[in-house]
């Protein structure tokens, strides 16, 4: 059961609870959304709730970076082998993946702005929207919740902090590509291998080609439920006060302006 049908009665929502997570509309830098489309597409997209969007544009880079071995020459040109990086570069599918990265980037910026202006509407008009739900699988709430335990949860294992925070569908999506890129990378070998001192296996044991998608995402997963922490605390308190305003305060209350309490 649910507090709250969104039935369209109304003309806008600033938010949503469902037993997957609580989404919301609230103000977003475009450009650290931009920002993050460029460090990986698909980003920028989750950042704003874009949920479908983001996570087809993320499982078509890492496709389209498998593809054209993308990342392998990358870590070549750092190494200034320019000859090794265009030899191992697959440029058959090479002029796909520019008009799709460019369009992650912009199209998430664009969105950004236009969410911003959907969110000041619907604060301004006091739009409504539900805080709590139960159904057969899971329960959902608005509360508040530490910012620095999510980023604790984060910083251990990426989809924690999404975890603790119930985002439900972005958690397992975040875990399951955790899972992929640690096991094609053998990140935890190498990190075996360099707590034993041994650098030279440790380094051997790498692949390059799925390492480099890590430390983006994993600092994401950080970023994002960090923010979106903050954001549902933010959202909790704004429910409490016209909770509290609709049914503690006498209707004939006036507020004088300039008025000091003694």
Wanted: charge should be positive; proline fraction near 3%; aromatic fraction near 16%.
């Amino acid at each position: 059961m649910d507090n709250f049908k969104n039935n369209n009665k109304h003309r806008r929502y600033r938010a949503h609870v469902s037993i997957f997570g609580t989404t919301q509309l609230h103000l977003k830098s475009p450009y650290m959304v931009a920002f993050w489309s460029v460090a990986f597409p698909g980003f920028g997209h989750l950042l704003i709730s874009k949920y479908i969007r983001g996570m087809l544009l993320f499982i078509w880079e890492i496709y389209i970076n498998q593809t054209t071995n993308l990342n392998l020459a990358m870590v070549y040109s750092f190494m200034g082998d320019i000859e090794a990086a265009k030899e191992v570069l697959n440029f058959k599918m090479m002029h796909l993946y520019i008009p799709v990265y460019l369009f992650a980037i912009l199209d998430s910026y664009r969105t950004a702005v236009d969410t911003n202006k959907i969110y000041l509407l619907a604060k301004r008009e006091n739009a409504p929207f539900n805080s709590f739900t139960i159904g057969a699988l899971e329960y959902n709430y608005l509360d508040k919740k530490s910012p620095l335990s999510t980023l604790f949860w984060s910083m251990t294992i990426p989809s924690l902090g999404q975890l603790y925070i119930n985002r439900i569908v972005l958690a397992a999506f975040h875990l399951i590509m955790t899972v992929i890129f640690i096991y094609h990378s053998h990140l935890l070998e190498g990190l075996h291998y360099l707590i034993l001192g041994d650098i030279a296996k440790s380094t051997s044991v790498l692949n390059p080609q799925w390492l480099l998608y890590f430390p983006s995402f994993y600092f994401f997963t950080i970023y994002d439920s960090y923010t979106n922490t903050v954001e549902n605390n933010k959202l909790y308190e704004d429910e409490q006060r016209n909770y509290l305003k609709q049914h503690y305060q006498p209707s004939n209350f006036m507020i004088m302006k300039g008025m000091k309490v003694k």
